[in-house]
């Protein structure tokens, strides 16, 4: 079967640097995704990864090893609006996606 | 409107009742998705419509149905719900190539949905 996994929760402080990780195990791979959803609002998107490495967008990267069907998103410079739940999806050979249970973030001042 | 809107925001029926969830895109996307989203668990696909045509019905149960007129406006129609049907369900569109290559997808705010 088709499978993400992800931490259910994370609690980091303000200003600090936290990396959700993400490990899958789907039939095929066309790209992984990560989305931010805040309580009570639609996912938003963040970011997409189908090669290996690391891709850098402001205070959020988000990096990926195909061979080990793993993914990790790291937030740095924390601030209190980044309290959300953090979703990660594999696109499959079908071009479906599949979709992790989400990692609630909760930051402290 | 921008985006991706549904209406309405929150709806509480009962098991007996039919109503209809509605959806609309403003990005000239050819493809949506709805999505149901109970706590603590993954998004679940329940339907997908590309280029008008439904291409993916993932085991939902008949008392979902789901209309699409065109390529801007779903619907998600529902009829004798069951409490486990209780749920935030999700609009979503993309722009699909031929090949179905990457789709990020656009979502709407949701539909909260409480069965008594």
């Known amino acids: 079967g088709q499978n993400i996994d992800q931490p259910t929760e994370m609690t980091a402080t303000e200003g600090a640097i936290v990396q959700i990780n993400c490990t899958y195990q789907t039939s095929g791979f066309n790209g992984l995704f990560w989305y931010q959803q805040h309580a009570g609002e639609a996912p938003t998107f963040l970011s997409y990864n189908v090669l290996d490495g690391l891709e850098e967008k402001g205070r959020f990267s988000s990096f990926l090893s195909r061979s080990k069907g793993y993914s990790y998103l790291l937030l740095k410079e924390l601030q209190m609006k980044d309290s959300a739940s953090y979703l990660c999806?594999?696109?499959?050979?079908?071009?479906?996606?599949?979709w992790g249970a989400g990692t609630k973030l909760i930051i402290k001042p | 409107e921008t985006g991706v809107t549904q209406t309405p925001r929150h709806l509480v029926m009962g098991m007996t009742n039919k109503k209809s969830l509605k959806c609309e895109q403003h990005?000239?996307?050819?493809?949506m998705y709805w999505y149901k989203q109970s706590a603590k668990k993954p998004l679940e696909l329940m339907f997908v419509?590309?280029?008008?045509?439904?291409?993916e019905n993932n085991s939902v149960p008949s008392r979902f149905s789901p209309e699409c007129p065109n390529s801007s406006h779903l619907f998600l129609h529902l009829h004798t719900l069951q409490p486990e049907d209780s749920a935030l369900y999700l609009c979503a569109s993309s722009q699909e190539g031929e090949s179905g290559a990457y789709n990020e997808q656009f979502f709407g705010p949701g539909t909260r949905l409480t069965v008594l």
């Open positions: 419509y590309n280029f008008k045509e439904q291409t």
């Open positions: 990005l000239g996307h050819n493809a």
């Open positions: 999806a594999v696109m499959d050979s079908n071009y479906q996606l599949i």
